[in-house]
C-alpha cells in the first residue's frame, strides 16, 4: 500500500502565498512523476504541474511564472509554491505519483485533496 498524505492548504488573500507539500509513503520501489491536479465546483480536475524524478516539469499555462514545483527525491516528497494567488485559483489541490512499488507494479495514487481558497 502506498499513501500520499498533502498538507499546507488554506485560506488566502489575493497575492499571497501558500506553499502545498505531499509525502508518499509505503511499498515505493521508485516515482517516476509527481504532481499536482485542481478541482474548482464544477469544472473538470485539471494539471496545474507535474515533475519528473529527472526534474523536468510541466505547467498549466495558468499558473506558470507564479507556481514552482519541486521535489525532494529522498524524502518521496513534492512541493508546490503559490505565488501571486488570485481568486480564481481557488479550488481542491491533489498530490499525484506515478510510481513502481515493491512488486514492480506501476501504479497512480491521488492524496486526499487539500483546499485552497483564495479571497478577493
Known amino acids: 500500500q502506498v499513501q500520499l498524505v498533502e498538507s499546507g492548504g488554506g485560506l488566502v488573500q489575493a497575492g499571497g502565498s501558500l506553499r502545498l507539500s505531499c509525502a508518499a509513503s509505503?511499498?515505493?520501489?521508485?516515482?517516476?512523476?509527481m504532481g499536482w491536479y485542481r478541482q474548482a465546483p464544477g469544472k473538470q480536475r485539471e494539471l496545474v504541474a507535474a515533475?519528473?524524478?529527472?526534474?523536468?516539469?510541466n505547467y498549466a499555462d495558468s499558473v506558470k511564472g507564479r507556481f514552482t514545483i519541486s521535489r525532494n527525491n529522498a524524502k518521496n516528497t513534492v512541493y508546490l509554491q503559490m505565488n501571486s494567488l488570485k481568486p480564481e485559483d481557488t479550488a481542491v489541490y491533489y498530490c499525484n505519483a506515478r510510481l513502481i512499488d515493491t512488486y514492480y507494479k506501476v501504479l497512480v495514487y491521488w492524496g486526499q485533496g487539500t483546499q485552497v481558497t483564495v479571497s478577493s
Open positions: 509505503g511499498s515505493i520501489f521508485s516515482i517516476n512523476a
Open positions: 515533475i519528473t524524478n529527472g526534474g523536468s516539469t
